[in-house]
Nanobody, 129 residues
Framework: QVQLVESGGGLVQAGGSLRLSCAAS????????MGWFRQALGKEREFVSA????????YYADSVRGRFTISRDDAKNTVYLQMNSLKPEDAAVYYC??????????????????????WGQGTQVTVSS
């Protein structure tokens, strides 16, 4: 059983920055990929970013590439999402998720919500214009 707890959301002006954190319980954190998704009001959940188990590969949605950076600290069982140059369209509830151990480490696999077997409760990000 894995529990994921996100933090770091809040209200920020357009152009500002936030850093989201996701703390994972349980062992073997370093052996699985992690992802971030977001869901705006009235919209479907969408992929934001993912990082492989070894931090060797990172993946981003086109809408955030160059502005967001995903990283992980396996010693702290934590994955981060640094969000810079925020836009009003980035406002959403952000969820972190643990990828299933059976998922292939690739953008095409890790962008799918079905690749993940545990999800956090989400943290709200609001961006004012």
């Amino acid at each position: 059983q894995v529990q994921l707890v996100e933090s770091g959301g809040g209200l920020v002006q357009a152009g500002g920055s936030l850093r989201l954190s996701c703390a994972a319980s349980g062992r073997a954190f370093s052996t699985y990929a992690m992802g971030w998704f977001r869901q705006a009001l009235g919209k479907e959940r969408e992929f934001v970013s993912a990082i492989s188990w070894s931090s060797g590969s990172t993946y981003y949605a086109d809408s955030v590439r160059g502005r967001f950076t995903i990283s992980r600290d396996d010693a702290k069982n934590t994955v981060y999402l640094q969000m810079n140059s925020l836009k009003p369209e980035d406002a959403a509830v952000y969820y972190c998720a643990k990828a299933s151990n059976l998922v292939f480490d690739s953008y095409y696999s890790l962008r799918r919500p079905t690749a993940y077997d545990y999800w956090g409760q989400g943290t709200q990000v609001t961006v004012s214009s």
